[in-house]
C-alpha cells in the first residue's frame, strides 16, 4: 500500500475537512502545515493534536517534510503558484476550488501536471452526492432520451458579511462554478459557447453583482440555463440547485434535496392528443460512496492507486472553470464567448 505524505497549503477553516480526511486514512500521515500566518499553522496543528512541522514557506516545508502529495487549501489567487511550485518538486496535487484564477494559470497548472508527470485534481464535492449520482443515471440510461434542455435556479438570500459583500461577482466567482459543475457532470457533455448577464437587484447588500443569468451551449447539442441570486429573499433553493432535465421523451425533476423523479411519455397510441399522458418513474441508484468532501477525496486517492485521472482531474475541471471566467467575459464584454477559444 501507498503512503501518503501530506503537506497541507492553507490553514483556514475549509483545511479542518481535508485533515479531518487524512487523519481517518490509515496510509496517510500529514507531515507539514503551511500558512503565510505561522500562528494559523501551529494553531491548525494544535487543534488536531498534529506533531508534524509548521512553517510559512512550502519549498522548505515539502524539502524537509519529504512529502509526496499536497493539499492546496489556499485562495483560488494562490492555487497556481502552489500547485505548480508542489508538481515541480515531485508532489501529486489534490486543491480546492477553483483551479486557478485565470484561464492562464489553469492552462500552466496542467502543462506542469503533464511535463512533471504527477497528478492534478480539484475539489468538486457536489458531484458526490446520492440524489445527484440517482439523477445522472436515469439520464445515461436513456429514461428521457437524448437531452435538449437542462435548467437550474439558484436562489439564496445569503448574509455572509466580510469578503464576498465587496466582491465585483460574488455569486459566479464564488458559488456557480459548483452548478456548472453539475451540469457539466449531469449532461457528460461540455461547454462550447456562453451568453451570461449579470446584475445587481433592488435590495442587495452586495457591492458587486449578486445575480446572474447564464446560456450555455453543449458539446451535445443542449443548452444549459442558469439563474441565481445570493440576494434572494424567501422562497430558497436548496444550496444544490433545483433542476428540470428535459429530453425527447420525457423530463426529470431535482430539487436538490429529495430523490430526483421523471415524468415520460407513456406507452401505447397516443395520436391526436394535445397534451400526452405521462408516466411517473421514481429515481433509482446504487451508488453508495461517501457524500461531500470525503466522496471526492475517495476519488481521488482511488485514481492514484489506479495510476489513472480522477473523475475531477485538471484536464476535466478546466472545462468547468472556463464557464466560469468564460461567464464573466460574456458579462463584461456584453457578447457571446466562444468558450473552444476561450480554454
Given amino acids: 500500500m501507498t503512503s501518503y505524505k501530506i503537506a497541507v497549503i492553507g490553514c483556514g477553516g475549509m483545511a479542518n475537512a481535508w485533515i479531518d480526511y487524512a487523519q481517518k486514512q490509515q496510509n496517510c500521515t500529514i507531515v507539514a502545515l503551511v500558512d503565510i500566518n505561522l500562528d494559523y499553522a501551529q494553531a491548525m496543528a494544535d487543534k488536531h493534536e498534529l506533531k508534524c512541522g509548521v512553517y510559512t514557506d512550502m519549498t522548505q516545508a515539502i524539502t524537509e517534510s519529504g512529502a509526496n502529495l499536497v493539499f492546496d487549501v489556499t485562495i483560488p489567487a494562490s492555487h497556481h503558484q502552489v500547485s505548480t511550485t508542489a508538481l515541480q518538486l515531485g508532489c501529486n496535487v489534490f486543491g480546492e476550488k477553483p483551479m486557478a484564477a485565470t484561464m492562464q494559470e489553469a492552462r500552466d497548472i496542467i502543462r506542469v501536471a503533464e511535463q512533471t508527470g504527477k497528478s ?4 468538486q464535492n457536489r458531484r ?3 440524489n445527484i449520482r440517482a439523477f ?10 437524448k437531452t435538449g434542455f437542462i435548467s437550474a435556479d439558484f436562489f439564496i438570500g445569503a448574509h455572509f458579511g466580510g469578503f464576498r459583500d465587496a466582491m465585483d461577482s460574488p455569486l459566479i ?3 456557480a462554478i459548483h452548478t456548472f459543475d453539475q451540469a457539466r457532470y449531469l449532461s457528460g457533455a461540455n461547454p462550447i459557447s456562453v451568453y451570461c448577464h449579470e446584475f445587481n437587484p433592488a435590495g442587495s447588500w452586495y457591492a458587486g453583482n449578486s445575480s446572474a443569468i447564464c446560456i450555455f451551449e453543449f458539446s451535445d447539442g443542449s443548452v444549459f440555463n442558469y439563474r441565481g441570486s445570493w440576494s434572494a429573499e424567501g422562497a430558497s433553493t436548496s444550496w444544490e440547485a433545483a433542476w428540470r432535465v428535459i429530453g425527447e421523451q420525457g423530463t426529470i425533476i431535482w430539487d436538490g434535496t429529495t430523490a430526483p423523479y421523471a415524468e415520460v411519455v407513456s406507452p401505447g397510441d397516443q395520436t391526436g392528443k394535445f ?5 411517473a418513474i421514481q429515481a433509482e441508484c446504487s451508488w453508495s460512496g461517501n457524500e461531500g468532501h470525503s466522496g471526492c477525496l475517495d476519488e481521488m486517492f482511488s485514481a492514484l492507486r489506479e495510476s489513472r485521472p480522477a473523475e475531477t482531474d485538471g484536464h476535466d475541471n478546466i472545462q468547468s472553470i472556463a464557464m466560469v471566467l468564460g461567464a ?12 473552444r477559444e476561450f480554454i
Fill in 120 to 123: 492534478f485534481s480539484v475539489m
Fill in 128 to 130: 458526490y452526492n446520492t
Fill in 136 to 145: 445522472r443515471n436515469m439520464i445515461t440510461k436513456g429514461s428521457i432520451g
Fill in 173 to 175: 466567482l464564488d458559488m
Fill in 275 to 279: 397534451i400526452r399522458d405521462y408516466t
Fill in 328 to 339: 464573466l467575459e460574456s458579462a463584461k464584454s456584453g457578447r457571446k464567448i466562444d468558450l
